[in-house]
């Protein structure tokens, strides 16, 4: 079975930054696609970014484009998500995904992590 470990979580100021941090393990590979993806209180997990298993192509919801930065260290097997000018609408539970079809990384990824919290304060 792969894993995936997030870290990197905690409070921030709005404005703020934050990087959270993916290590991947087990049967998820260095070619395999990943995400992140994050679901506030009350509401549905939605897709925040994904990066091809090469780092070739990247995808961004509308909503962090310009703040968010997804890279990987496949080396390592770890994937980064740089967050930049925090919002409190930011706040939620962040979750590392990953999956060997690209069209699938942004619908319906295979593996999942536990999810790290993020709260931006106002």
């Known amino acids: 079975q792969g894993q995936l470990v997030e870290s990197g979580g905690g409070l921030v100021q709005a404005g703020g930054s934050l990087r959270l941090s993916c290590a991947a393990s087990?049967?998820?590979?260095?070619?395999?696609?990943m995400g992140w993806f994050r679901q506030a209180p009350g509401k549905e997990r939605e897709f925040v970014a994904a990066?091809?298993?090469?780092?070739?192509?990247?995808n961004y919801a509308d909503s962090v484009k310009g703040r968010f930065t997804i890279s990987r260290d496949n080396p390592n097997n770890i994937i980064y998500l740089q967050m930049e000018s925090l919002k409190p609408e930011d706040t939620a539970v962040y979750y590392c995904?990953?999956?060997?079809?690209?069209?699938?990384?942004?619908?319906?990824?295979?593996?999942w992590g536990q999810g790290t919290q993020v709260t931006v304060s106002s």
């Open positions: 995904a990953s999956d060997p079809n690209w069209r699938a990384i942004a619908t319906s990824p295979r593996f």
């Open positions: 087990g049967r998820i590979s260095s070619v395999y696609n």
């Open positions: 990066i091809k298993w090469n780092g070739d192509d990247t």
